[in-house]
């Protein structure tokens, strides 16, 4: 199978590169957000930047956010391609989960509960997205602590602007699994509305590899529910308000380690409520602002049951300002609030801290110049205070030419504060960590052919200080009895490359690949991340109401610890092939799919002791109104 895929993956790059979905590069002429919070064509933004659209989405029968994030450059996702429910890890650029943030709708809705105080996404049905920006290299000028090795920005449906419309979605897939999702909203008069409610049910099967390959381990399911409700009210053309309620819940049978069965289950849910309002108070500027509570409770019944309760609270106050034609300024406040419990070890009221954070940058644009600085000062409860900062210039070359060539640079620093979990567990904290600190640095160029071609070349380094992670810790006799949370390393270097194109050869056919190197100078702190991660695709529109896409996705060897030897282990490369179609009825209106993902059965290993899904697939209809 890899002889004919890589012939074709040869066929593919000798008729040009691209990026398909996920892959797909940036164009010119798109809005991006996420690099500087203003809305700017991406050829005015000097970060790398990947944007996922409604339609990118829509194209992935059967995958999860976490699939597509896997195929992004410079992201490992770990655990997606096990059970339905198992553990979701993400690397950006050779960062762990805790080095990137994730936002829904522009708020953090981390858990303060959990070991890395990460955003689980597993919680969030794709059904539910309509758009994903993802900044990679460090903004915690704009973003705060966690935003040292990139940022993703999951934005969710948004109220029609016609009095009412959505979709109903329904699919079936392997291992048991059928998902229902409704989505309905609009805008009447000053009022504007949104609903969507989903549900995911799959049998799933066994987490834990079985060893003899007896198949007598149980199947470990997955199921979900979801609810979202927004509403917003145009006070005047100038003033708007709005309120949000949401609810998720997922309940996930696991198995107790590598090779090991057990008839454990985790039932996670958060609630999270909230209030936003903006004020236009002239063509020049405005003011923004929101708060939001979100409540999380994690319970584990398994040989070692516990309770987990934590409580996230944001609120941001923006102003933009537009000085002169050239120059816009963005100034805010963001406040965070963490809150972390667990049953019969620590207590909600006194494990906490908070945050508060002044910033500001400005945005100046100069004929073929761009730059946009930053400076934020981080004040935390615990280690006092903290001044980050970013440099980010780029110039536009031949604006007016059919080649365009961006050339980009952007110098930042960042910082990563323990969680509660890593300073006061009963079992495995340290209350002496010190604080992470980044320094980011990252060059490169685009080109742009007309509004076809896009390439994309980036160098990447970021040098890390007293990087956290778990240790063991060992007796006289070599036993290992137990372990804590240590700064591992003085300094550690994280660097590498990310390349990427995308070419539309005619209006129905696009083609598309990637490449990305990353590399340490400790290894030995680097686990399951690969040097050598690259994906090519295609998408074919015959006929106008028929979509047909192809992806490839090589993922090279990664270095793992088994805990069971206490020893290091070389993970081999895999290759997965996927195939998507869908076609469209009344207007297309009616939407029939179905996907085949890991077409040639490919049999690999993503996390060590555990096991992969095959050949798998899934076919649904999708009714708009």
């Known amino acids: 199978m890899r002889k004919i895929v890589m012939s074709f993956s040869g066929l593919l790059i000798s008729i040009g590169l691209s990026a398909q979905d996920s892959l797909k590069t940036t164009f010119l002429n798109e809005v991006v957000t996420i690099g500087t919070k203003i809305d700017v064509p991406v050829e005015k933004s000097g970060k790398t930047i990947v944007k996922l659209s409604g339609e990118d989405l829509q194209k992935n029968a059967g995958k999860t956010v976490a699939d597509l994030l896997n195929e992004v450059p410079g992201i490992q996702i770990d655990g997606n391609f096990g059970a339905p429910g198992s553990n979701i890890s993400y690397y950006v650029r050779g960062g762990r989960s805790k080095t990137t943030l994730i936002l829904i709708d522009g708020v953090p809705l981390n858990d303060p509960s959990g070991i890395n105080a990460e955003f689980d996404l597993r919680y969030l049905p794709i059904s ?54 409704i989505s309905v909203g609009g805008t009447v008069n000053k009022i504007n509305y949104s609903l969507s409610a989903s549900n995911i049910n799959s049998k799933g099967f066994s987490a834990a590899q079985d060893p003899d390959g007896t198949n007598n381990f149980d199947d470990d399911g997955f199921d979900r529910q979801n609810g979202l409700l927004k509403l917003g009210y145009q006070i005047t053309p100038d003033v708007k308000v709005g309120w949000l309620a949401g609810y998720d819940r997922f309940k996930a049978d696991y198995d107790d380690y590598e ?100 910033y500001a940058s400005l945005l100046i644009n100069y004929s073929f110049f761009d730059l946009h600085i930053g400076t934020r000062l981080n004040t935390h409860s615990e280690y006092g205070t903290k001044w980050v900062y970013n440099i980010n210039p780029s110039v536009v070359l031949n604006q007016s030419g059919f080649l ?134 295609v998408n074919v529109q015959p006929l106008p109401a028929l979509a047909i896409s192809f992806k490839y996705n090589f993922t090279g060897e990664r270095t793992t610890f088994d805990f069971n030897s206490f020893s290091e282990l070389i993970l081999d490369r895999y290759e997965l092939v996927d195939l998507f179609a869908s076609y469209g009825f009344l207007n297309n209106k009616l939407t029939v799919y179905g996907g085949i993902n890991n077409v040639f059965d490919e049999e690999f290993i993503a996390v060590y002791g555990f096991t992969t899904r095959g050949r798998n697939f899934t076919a649904g209809l999708r009714y708009s109104f």
Do not use: C
């Open 404 to 537: 365009r060539f961006k050339i980009l640079a952007s110098l930042s620093t960042s910082y990563i504060t323990p969680s509660l979990y890593q300073l006061y567990s009963a079992a495995y904290g340290n209350s002496e960590l010190l604080p992470e600190d980044a320094l980011n640095f990252e060059t490169g160029v685009s080109i742009y052919g007309g509004e076809k071609f896009v390439f994309n070349g980036i160098w990447f380094n970021r040098d890390e200080s007293n990087p956290i992670d778990f240790v063991n810790v060992f007796d006289g006799n070599g036993d290992w009895v137990g372990g804590e949370y240590q700064n591992v390393a003085a300094e550690r270097n994280v660097y590498g490359v990310e390349l990427s194109a995308s070419y539309q050869i005619s209006k129905g056919i696009s083609v598309a690949a990637n490449y990305t190197f990353t590399e340490t100078d400790k290894p030995e702190t680097f686990y399951r991340i690969p040097n050598h991660k690259m994906g090519i695709g």
């Open 259 to 358: 090779f090991t069965d057990a008839d454990n289950v985790q039932v996670s849910e958060q609630f999270r409520t909230g209030v936003n309002a903006s004020f236009e108070y002239s063509e020049k500027g405005n003011v923004s602002g929101y708060a939001v509570m979100n409540w999380n409770k994690r319970e584990f019944e398994s040989a070692f049951p516990s309770i987990y309760s934590g409580r996230n609270l944001q609120a941001e106050i923006i102003q933009r300002h537009q000085f002169t034609k050239s120059i816009q300024g963005l100034f805010g406040v963001n406040y965070q609030q963490f809150k972390y419990e667990q049953e019969g070890s620590n207590e909600m009221d006194t494990t906490r801290f908070t945050m508060i954070d002044p």
């Open 128 to 181: 539910n997205v309509e758009s994903i920006e993802i900044l990679k290299g460090g903004l915690s000028t704009l973003y705060g602590t966690g935003a040292a090795a990139g940022v993703i920005d999951i934005r969710l449906k948004a109220p029609e602007a016609r009095p009412i419309g959505g979709n109903v979605d329904v699919n079936a897939g392997s291992f048991g699994t059928y998902s229902e999702n």
